[in-house]
């Protein structure tokens, strides 16, 4: 019998994809959430041990991201006390070109558990169930992009890939960066929603001043304001503005494209 597989993040954006196919191939997932039947806080380590029993594969989406300063000496303690909890199998949920994030990517490298390393691009569902949903509901998405294209990728590929390396044997010791294969500015995919939908909405490049202010008009507290904002502003410099073949080379097929993801999206009422 397939033993329980840990879900951290399972109702998240990328969890709840990863949990809804594990049970549907009757694979049974514990949750890890802080709103879960045994709860999982990566602020609280003391409950990370009953989360961690008798589970010897996980699927880790830390929270907020790995690229904030505190993640590293979380993440190492993470990855000692699932050492001691007899973890085998970890997928770890991590992004492109972000130096912090690496770092702890190398964590679980240099642990003796066996490792699969997810690095997204930019999730297409940002838009439809995320941080900007709001955004395309007001009619207006701003960030502080550089202008460069981005290759969104959908989350239903990611999803797909952490299965895979969950379930099936192949990918251990495998980092696969994870894009869509179409680049496109964030002007671009504004108005390929505006497009999809027939809603009136249009796309403006903020400072990072400005997306710091947006932020806490939106109830974020200043200083993780000033983090996020920070972030956003150096993972839309640019450096992200090619695909990758992390998506192939895991599943052997090519990823879902942006008019796949906002068609869908839209049948399914995301911006009603
Ligand atoms: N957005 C992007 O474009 C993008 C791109 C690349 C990588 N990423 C990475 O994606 C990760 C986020 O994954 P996601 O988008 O799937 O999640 P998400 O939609 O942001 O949801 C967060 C999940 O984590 C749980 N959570 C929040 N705080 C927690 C805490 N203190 N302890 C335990 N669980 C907590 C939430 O449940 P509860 O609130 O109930 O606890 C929820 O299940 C980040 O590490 C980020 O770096 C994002």
């Known amino acids: 019998m397939q033993s329980e597989i840990l879900v951290i993040g399972a109702t998240g954006k990328t969890g709840r994809r990863v949990a809804k196919r594990l049970a549907a191939r009757g694979v049974p997932v514990r949750p890890g959430t802080r ?31 790995l690229a904030v300063p505190s993640a590293h000496g979380v993440i190492a303690a993470f990855v000692a006390a ?32 066996d490792w699969t390393i997810l690095r997204p691009s930019w999730f297409m569902q940002n838009f439809s169930e995320g941080g900007f949903l709001e ?3 007001a009619g207006e998405v701003s960030a502080p992009d550089s202008g460069a294209p981005e290759p969104w990728v959908d989350l ?32 671009e995919a504004v108005a390929r929603i505006a497009a999809v939908t027939g809603r009136d909405v249009s796309y ?16 974020f507290a200043k200083s993780d304001a000033e983090t996020v904002a920070t972030l956003v502003a150096e993972i839309l410099d640019g450096k992200n503005a090619s695909t990758s073949d992390g998506l192939q080379r895991a599943l052997g097929r090519q990823p879902r494209s942006f008019a796949q993801f906002a068609g869908d999206a839209h049948a399914q009422g995301c911006w009603q």
């Not at 001691?84 to 990517?105: H, I, M, P, T």
């Not at 403006?204 to 109830?219: C, D, I, K, M, S």
């Open 82 to 113: 699932a050492e001691q909890a007899g973890l085998r199998r970890v997928v770890l949920l991590s992004e492109r070109n972000e130096a912090r994030a690496q770092a702890c990517e190398k964590l679980l490298m240099d642990s003796s558990l």
């Open 35 to 65: 709103r879960s039947a045994i709860p999982f806080d990566w602020e609280s380590p003391e409950t990370w041990g009953a989360s961690l029993k008798d589970i010897k594969t996980a699927y880790v989406a830390y929270s907020p991201d």
């Open 135 to 137: 955004n395309v509901l």
């Open 204 to 219: 403006r490049t903020a400072t990072p001043q400005e997306f710091e202010n947006t932020l806490v008009a939106a109830g």
């Open 156 to 187: 239903d590929d990611v999803a797909d890939v952490a299965v895979a390396a969950l379930l099936e044997d192949g990918h251990t010791g495998q980092v696969y960066e994870i894009t869509g294969s179409d680049l496109l500015t964030w002007d």
